[in-house]
């Protein structure tokens, strides 16, 4: 998804000197196109072929276990799952943790960012060390969290007096926990590359002027870094969306709109209803980077802001 | 320059890497002196290697067993084959199913008919109830390995004579928590298909019906409406334990046999007895085993056939041989020798009988070479629950129908009994055709 989410700013920027183009140039980027399209015709056929194969798939009655009984159905399944209280339950919490996870992570990845900003000492130790949750593999992670967690033999389960796992709120904050240790790094990672972008100066200026730390954090860092934070968030976003590992391993049962996908999908093998699940979600993760980009405003990395403006 | 030679060494290793992950298989499927290799995928268990080495000798060369380890939990075991079978997958070819997807497999053409001298050996002797978890739609699919029934395990010292009934259990764990002394009983009762196998033993034993016997409509009779409200009394009078909407076969093993248990019964399969005697040889020295708890007083449960039978891919290079490798690994000699070994219970009606020791060119031996009287003392019990057994409904769409009903069952506590029936009938009746959705 994040290829949607790169191309329309480049298209913008290119179309103002078009009518510009002399002759030798023209033939240089018909050339330049002639070299990209093998490349684009194998993108095409591995990311493209899918979507639409799925799109197909999910207008059919196709369940392995009758494979006599397959019919096209047209958008039989749509209604199916967009009538189903399973489907909007799993959609809810999916909302739910995504909300209350970026929030979390942003606030956090903030403060993880101006400390790796400003350290003078060992700078390049902590920006490691402060990574370490974002390499281990999430599968790995939210398997430590779970034995962390268990009633019987983990040594947090102490700490909460309700089962982390088994009670419905405390798991729900337990997966949001597991989220945000894992991303939070991420989220600061990006949140630094804006806050290189701060001008000294600026800052300086500003206090000169009598801005507090908190006035020069919130009227100039933060108008300064805001592309920065909106890409951060788009990202996020929709990565938190599509969450599945964590769910998977700690809390057996519980939908998310991935799980049950998959749950139709793979163990349902209902090829059906699974590809029209799949298709809402890209539809859904569609509309969030539309609503990022064209509502907020979020520049594509990449593309030149001043082109923008 | 420096990043191009990177890039070049680095090439250089992921063409190494993808050489020696195409080579591997190739090295491991060789080896055998005629070079048929039937591929078994099964689940874990202790001594299925040596019964496989057991066949290997049989086969004389012939052909060669590998053993391929299943994931341990159902779902994964399921959820590796399903998608390798509908890949077509030729590098199967015997496969070990859970007795509730026979009929899904069949259905879906993924397994073989057994006809003709393959399947008079595989029917002969074998318990009605586990045999017909074998067949769909009048024809043999698979051949039994073993069956599996819950049994009710208790503590002597706790109650002396067990309860018959849930109402009689209920009570008594209520009357020993008002005692002070250990009382919980432990089932499974996590959102998956144990839950469902506890709830069809009860709604059986009261005489109802979840799905009609074919498998094709929903019924939720009386009975099962009567299955719905003991669940929820059991899970709200407070004689289970705290994780109770977590456990599966293994916690409630775990939980009768772990110090300062609290618990004075444990709903589980045979498989815990080898367990708590190597492991609290304390707790052994009284525990006692009886039939799965009735419902009506004076008529004994229904409990639900468990276990695994073994089938041949459709899409297996040597058919022939992998229904012999098949016959030889559930045979007779073979269910006792797992019987003995790790309490799993035989198929096949003559094992429980058997006088001979494991070894019959040995002399017996309480510890090296024992009997199914001495290593399995459970037989009694486990061959009465067989005879009343029955199997869960049967129907190609078992997944779905099992996935709703845990979905709706859990947790216990907040059953309703009249409204939750009406769900379960309103969502099964999609759940059979495969429409609706999957929670």
């Excluded at chain 2, 009606?349 to 017996?364: C, E, L, M």
């Amino acid at each position: 998804m994040t290829h949607a989410a790169v191309k329309p700013a480049p298209a913008k920027a290119a179309k103002k000197p078009k009518q510009e183009l002399s002759e030798g140039k023209r033939a240089e980027r018909k050339l330049g196109l002639l070299l990209c399209a093998p490349a684009a015709l194998v993108m095409i056929a591995v990311t493209g072929w899918p979507v639409i194969y799925s799109i197909w798939l999910s207008m059919q009655r196709y369940d392995l276990r009758f494979p006599n009984q397959s019919e096209f159905v047209f958008l039989d399944n749509y209604i199916t799952v967009l009538g189903s209280g399973y489907w909007w339950d799993a959609f809810g919490l999916t909302m739910l943790i995504t909300v209350v996870s970026v929030i979390l992570e942003l606030v956090l990845g903030m403060c993880l960012a101006l400390i790796m900003h400003r350290t003078i000492v060992g700078r390049g130790l902590v920006r490691t060390v402060s990574l370490i949750p974002y390499g281990i593999v999430t599968v790995v992670a939210a398997f430590s969290w779970r034995y962390a967690w268990d009633d019987k033999t983990g040594y947090l389960s102490d700490l909460v007096s309700a089962g982390a796992l088994t009670d419905k709120t405390a798991a729900f904050f337990t997966v949001v926990l597991a989220e945000v240790w894992k991303t939070t790094p991420f989220m600061a990672l990006l949140l630094m590359a804006g806050l290189a972008l701060v001008p000294d100066d600026l800052l300086k200026a500003a206090s000169m002027d009598g801005a507090g730390p908190w006035q020069r954090f919130t009227k100039v860092m933060v108008p300064v870094m805001k592309p920065a934070i909106l890409v951060a968030l788009l990202f996020r976003t929709l990565d938190a969306f599509r969450i599945f590992d964590n769910l998977f391993v700690l809390t057996p049962g519980t939908s998310s709109v991935s799980i049950q996908t998959y749950n139709n999908l793979i163990k349902g093998l209902n090829l059906g209803i699974g590809s029209t699940m799949s298709v809402l979600i890209f539809i859904t993760v569609a509309i969030i980077a539309f609503v990022f980009i064209k509502v907020f405003g979020t520049a594509a990395p990449g593309s030149d802001p001043g082109g923008k403006r | 320059m420096r990043s191009a030679s990177r890039t070049a060494r680095g090439r250089r290793l992921v063409a190494a890497l993808g050489a020696a992950i195409i080579a591997t298989p190739l090295v491991a499927a060789c080896g055998s002196d005629s070079g048929i290799t039937i591929n078994v995928y099964y689940s874990p268990e202790q001594v299925f290697d040596k019964v496989v080495a057991k066949c290997n000798q049989q086969a004389n060369g012939r052909y060669t067993i590998a053993y391929n380890k299943l994931p341990r939990e159902g779902d994964g075991q399921r959820e590796q084959m399903v998608r390798r079978l509908a890949a077509n997958d030729s590098e199967m070819d015997v496969l070990g199913l859970d007795v509730v997807w026979v009929a899904e497999f069949a259905e879906a053409g993924w397994i073989l008919e057994w006809t003709g001298q393959n399947k008079a050996e595989a029917e002969r002797d074998v318990f009605p109830g586990p045999l017909s978890t074998a067949q769909w739609n009048g024809k043999l699919y698979s051949a039994t390995k073993n069956t599996n029934v819950q049994l009710l395990w208790y503590d002597d010292r706790l109650t002396p004579t067990p309860p018959k009934t849930f109402d009689e259990m209920i009570s008594a764990a209520e009357q020993l928590k008002k005692d002070g002394k250990p009382y919980q009983i432990l089932l499974t009762a996590a959102q998956y298909e144990g839950l469902v196998v506890n709830y069809n033993t009860i709604v059986n034993s009261a005489g109802g019906h979840i799905l009609s016997d074919d498998g094709k409509s929903v019924v939720m009779d009386q009975g099962a409406v009567k299955g719905l409200e003991i669940l929820k009394r059991l899970a709200s009078v407070g004689v289970t334990s705290s994780d109770l909407t977590s456990a599966k076969e293994q916690q409630v093993q775990l939980g009768f046999q772990q110090a300062n248990s609290k618990a004075a019964f444990q709903l589980n399969w045979p498989f815990v007895y080898a367990s708590i005697k190597s492991d609290a040889p304390d707790r052994f020295q009284h525990l006692k085993w009886t039939q799965y708890p009735g419902v009506i007083p004076g008529q004994p449960s229904k409990p639900t056939i468990g276990g695994f039978n073994l089938a041949v891919s459709a899409y297996s290079k040597h058919p022939q041989e992998s229904f012999e490798a098949a016959l030889c690994l559930r045979n007779a000699d073979n269910q006792k020798f797992q019987a003995i070994n790790e309490s799993l219970p035989p198929t096949i009606q003559s094992v429980y009988d058997d006088p001979t020791p494991v070894d019959r060119d040995k002399p017996v031996d309480e510890k090296t070479n024992p009997t199914m009287v001495m290593a399995y003392p459970m037989k009694d019990a486990v061959f009465e629950s067989l005879k009343a057994s029955e199997s869960r409904p049967l129907t190609p769409a078992y997944q779905n129908a099992s996935t709703v009903i845990s979905a709706i069952l859990s947790p216990p506590g907040d059953i309703d009994p009249p409204a939750t029936a009406d769900r379960l009938r309103r969502e099964l009746q999609d759940a059979l055709q495969s429409k609706g959705i999957l929670p």
